[in-house]
């Protein structure tokens, strides 16, 4: 358990979080998992011990920053979660999370179903499905208190997937690296226009990683309009302006 060091240290030191004894092995599992899994076809990029510690594990337990007191208890979606991020090390450090992970992607949604079953998480859904679609089912549409994504694309796309899937009054939490302010502030009208409010931009410092890191906040302010979002691939290729 020695190699989760650099995660415990830094999330005591960044998040003021002390990992449990469970958490830390939790933790030790995702990473073995993460790595056994690689190398059979390309789930991350990352594979380094350290760097899933801190790029991974540490900078998805960031999000942390930006969640209100008793967030425990909100409802969750997180979009484009590929191997789990930043979803599940939220789940690890909180049982009580009402999850759903949304994946387009079969092999990354085989491998987020096969992590939870190993660590026994319950209340966490994953689903195989377009951001696109599940904004449109309603099931899905309006019905978390916070949707977030990290790296899955440009803020007029992504507040597209997310903003739907908000109950107004709820938030959308974008991760994004050193761009992010002025991506942001690009995206301002379509943010408007799909019922979003810029609400903050906290930056977040990993350690021994230069670039600054972005928490990027849209608040819910309006129904987003039922023609949104379109069809799957529309978004990307023709972003709202
Ligand atoms: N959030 C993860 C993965 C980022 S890669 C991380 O930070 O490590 C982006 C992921 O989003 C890919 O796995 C891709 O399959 C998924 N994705 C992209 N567009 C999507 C969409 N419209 N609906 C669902 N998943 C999507």
Redesign the pocket.
Known sequence: MASMESLAASARSLLNLELTPGQIAAFQTYADELRAWSGRFNL?AITDPQSIQIK?FLDSLTVLKALPPGWGRLRLV?????????GLPLKIICPELRLTL????GK?VAFCQALVAKLRLNGVAVLK????ELGQDPAHREQYDWAL?????EMPVLAE?LLPLVRLGGHVLA?KGEGGPAETHAAESAVRRLGGQLGQILPVELPGIVETRYLVIFDKVAATPPAFPRR?GV??KAPVK
């Open positions: 991350t991974h997180d979009v484009g979660t590929g191997a789990g991020f930043p949304v994946e387009a992607t990354k499905a377009r951001a696109e994504a990290r790296a899955v694309a997937y991760q799957p978004p990307s």
